[in-house]
């Protein structure tokens, strides 16, 4: 999905859920939006959300929206 003005309600307009899942994945990063990642369904994709949204933001407290706990740690790695 390309993503001209980034912008989550062109998400919401994307009935297939996992291209929606993609556009938030790829959106949410772009704004700073945590809320965007939120909106994901694929827990894996949400992790991946939130871990790009962190390290673009270079705040370690958006990795604790990360359930597995493995990768939360590598997160906060990546970015302290």
Request: proline share 2%; hydrophobic share 30%.
């Amino acid at each position: 999905v390309s993503i001209v003005s980034p912008d989550a309600s062109i998400c919401e307009k994307i009935s297939d859920i996992s291209n929606r899942d993609s556009c938030y994945s790829d959106v949410a990063p772009k704004i700073g939006s945590q809320d965007a990642c939120g909106r994901v369904s694929d827990r894996d994709e949400k992790t991946m959300c939130y871990m790009k949204l962190a390290l673009k933001l270079k705040d370690a407290s958006v990795c604790d929206r990360i359930l597995d706990e493995t990768t939360k740690s590598i997160c906060k790695g990546s970015i302290g």
